[in-house]
């Protein structure tokens, strides 16, 4: 075992790699999970009739579905360029964006010594990754996750390296595509950065005014209705949904007094973690920690939305805590969650429905400050260990879920050293949904929504 964990020689890492390749590609395409590009198709086509049909950018539905674009007006003057050219050239360049997009993420969170890594170690994170259900959606939904978060990240790099200028651009962009990331311009300000923090609120404006000169209707009915309706884009006890909000739905408590009261109490710990974080100038546990809070204080955090935790799991490893962000990477690997999308009642439905949300508030809570070891990178791991290949094989259950469950735990713990994070999977098998995104592509192919 050791001998084949190891390769000694080009040719064995070679001919692993591309076990894993094949393996992986087996998996993703003998698994039902892919979405179809839905998303992509609700962009595509709202610009399409937006600019060629004088159509309204908010009244476009994908046909047969309830479902249209829900982002702020300056995501569809973004995504124009999509009204030149057809859909397979759209979902070309969507895969090429999100490509670029990883690449930079894992260029961030790898740090200065990156090229040492080798492409041996490199091959196997992206095995790895290619298990990431966030990952996973984001990509097949052709969704603007991975965009965002390099933009964020982007402006990282500038502040921890001290060429803080232009710091703010990339958030501000982000801000005004997607709600969200605007939290971040809220950690600038704890972190007293007020050049950066300007920047990014006067990004966002001016972009947010671009759109409402492009389209001054749309605007306001965006600013004035749709954001405050969150039914146009999805319910918000669907088992997708893993915020706060999600939990407390799924409880049969989705008031909004009690939902602010928890989102209060989040910003606080977020708050005081953070102030922790700049006081020892560690901006990238910062800017982890904000990503959680964005995803758990959102009234809807779709599965793909969380992308955002991805830095969490490298920082917990580098941190030394490999094994602990194995495990709860591999379970972020399985779509466990789905095991409760038809009943979520019960303790058992409690815990397990909203397992990825405990996962985003415990290391919100826990992700440790100022002892993360720039020098070391989980991925220095990677000629030591390796990851057995994914079984395609459906193991026998009673659960509903079209996505993989939880592999082995020996198979978490070889690749947890990987990349900070383990690697798992199983199969589970559950029926489509008219939910957003909640469908994988059914045998009749029927496309699903999400947002």
């Not at 969650?337 to 038809?342: I, P, T």
């Not at 079984?391 to 690749?415: F, L, M």
């Amino acid at each position: 075992m050791r001998g084949l964990g190891r390769p000694r020689t080009d040719r064995g890492r070679l001919l692993l790699v591309l076990a894993l390749v094949a393996a992986v590609t087996v998996f993703t395409a003998t698994v039902p999970l892919l979405r179809d590009w839905f998303d992509l198709r609700v962009y595509y086509g709202t610009v399409h009739t937006w600019v060629h049909h004088g159509g309204r950018i908010y009244d476009y539905r994908v046909p047969g579905t309830t479902y249209g674009f829900t982002y702020p007006p300056f995501a569809a003057v973004g995504m124009l360029p999509m009204a030149m050219v057809g859909l397979p050239v759209a979902i070309a360049a969507s895969l090429l964006l999100n490509l670029a997009a990883l690449a930079f993420v894992l260029r961030v969170l790898a740090g200065p010594g990156w090229r040492r890594r080798g492409w041996y170690r490199w091959a196997l994170a992206l095995c790895g990754l290619a298990l990431f259900e966030p990952l996973r959606d984001t990509f097949s939904f052709g969704q603007v996750n991975l965009i965002l978060l390099a933009l964020v990240l982007g402006d990282c790099c500038l502040l921890r390296s001290g060429r803080g200028r232009l710091a703010g651009v990339g958030i501000g962009l982000a801000a005004a595509i997607k709600l969200t990331p605007a939290l971040f311009i809220g950690m600038l300000l704890i972190g007293r950065k007020w050049r950066a923090a300007g920047v990014a609120t006067a990004v966002a404006l001016a972009a947010t005014a671009l759109a409402a000169w492009a389209d001054p209707k749309a605007s306001r009915f965006y600013w004035t209705h749709a954001l405050w309706d969150t039914s146009r884009v999805g319910r918000l006890d669907y088992v997708s949904n893993q915020s706060l909000q999600g939990v407390l739905a799924r409880l049969g408590h989705p008031d909004k007094p009690l939902w602010a009261i928890a989102v209060l109490l989040t910003l606080a710990v977020w708050v005081w973690r953070t102030r922790r974080a700049m006081a020892v100038g560690d901006w990238t546990t910062a800017f982890a920690l904000t990503g959680l809070t964005a995803c758990l204080v959102s009234p809807i955090t779709w599965v793909h939305h969380l992308v955002w935790v991805l830095p969490s799991f490298v920082l917990l490893a580098r941190a030394g805590h490999p094994r602990i962000a194995g495990a709860l990477y591999a379970v972020m690997c399985t779509s466990v969650v789905w095991l409760w999308f038809d009943d979520a009642s019960g303790v058992d439905g409690f815990l397990g429905s909203n397992l990825y949300t405990w996962i985003t508030l415990g290391l919100l809570l826990g992700l440790p400050v100022g002892q993360s070891r720039p020098g070391r990178s989980p991925l220095s791991r990677f000629a030591r260990v390796t990851a057995p290949a994914p079984s395609t094989a459906r193991p026998a259950t009673t659960a509903v879920s079209d996505q993989p469950e939880s592999s082995s735990g020996a198979v978490a713990a070889a690749i947890g050293t990987v990349l900070g994070p383990a690697l798992g999977r199983g199969g589970l098998a559950r029926r489509p949904s008219s939910e957003p995104t909640g469908s994988t592509r059914p045998a009749a192919a029927k496309p699903q929504s999400s947002s």
